[in-house]
């Protein structure tokens, strides 16, 4: 389990920001069931949905930003987790942008890649292994959503979301698997020990030009489009 709880350099958790956090919520404290499920929800739920410069920034970074998606989220949870004792690893994948629709419109959407890249945590508690990809979306928002989309009950796929019980999707976590994208998967990258591992063999397919598009322009427009809906806009 060592390489499961290990520290590097994108699972900052000895950073001061991450140890303040961890003892102000006093989560050591609590039984490992209920310490998972208030570090999830921590990160699910005020760590909002939304895009950050990039996939492999730190854990601190993304606690600095109070926003994150899928591979942002998933390295502060990953920090936090292992920081108070909880063994995790990463599991990578691709997604198609059609999830993303929404979120990202226009000439934006046209000339985003096909494959988006993906992961979420696998924690191991009680002998067993949980996948938590349930964390993506913060409750704020999937509420809006599904406000503004409340003919759909079954499958949804746009604006982050790609479920087939939108409803009443998988989201809250005892002692279970969380889910609200995987219905997007369309290839496996398999397991990895950390997110350095992940995003040294893995990294979304953008030349330098999209790169700088993507980083100056476009997320801050699909931040926008997010934000409008989790405020009802």
């Known amino acids: 389990m060592d390489n499961y709880l290990k520290e590097t350099k994108t699972l900052n ?6 140890q303040k956090l961890i003892n102000d919520r006093n989560w050591k404290q609590l039984d490992p069931v209920e310490r998972v499920k208030a570090i999830y929800n921590y990160a699910r739920d005020e760590i909002k949905f939304g895009y950050n410069i990039s996939d492999g920034i730190p854990a601190t970074e993304v606690l600095k930003d109070g926003y994150g998606q899928c591979n942002t989220k998933a390295t502060l949870l990953m920090a936090l987790l292992r920081a108070t004792g909880i063994p995790n ?15 990202i419109s226009g000439i934006w959407y046209t000339i985003s890649p096909q494959n988006i890249l993906h992961s979420w945590v696998e924690i191991y508690i009680n002998d067993t292994w949980y996948f938590l990809e349930g964390v ?4 704020e928002y999937l509420k809006r959503l599904q406000e503004k ?4 009950k079954t499958t949804f796929c746009g604006y982050g979301a790609y479920t087939d019980n939108f409803e009443n999707p998988p989201i ?6 969380t889910f609200i994208q995987d219905k997007g998967i ?4 398999g397991l990895f020990d950390t997110p350095d ?3 040294a063999k893995h990294q979304q397919k953008l030349g330098a030009f999209k790169k700088f598009i993507f980083r100056n322009i476009v997320r801050q427009s699909m ?11």
């Open 13 to 18: 958790y000895s950073d001061n920001s991450i």
């Open 89 to 103: 690893r990463i599991h990578g994948f691709t997604i198609d942008k059609a999830l993303q629709k929404g979120a």
């Open 136 to 139: 993506i979306l913060d409750k």
């Open 149 to 152: 989309n409340n003919d759909c």
């Open 172 to 177: 809250e976590w005892n002692l279970n698997n």
């Open 186 to 189: 369309n290839q496996d990258f």
């Open 197 to 199: 591992e992940f995003y």
């Open 223 to 233: 931040n926008k489009n997010v934000n409008k809906i989790r405020n009802n806009k």
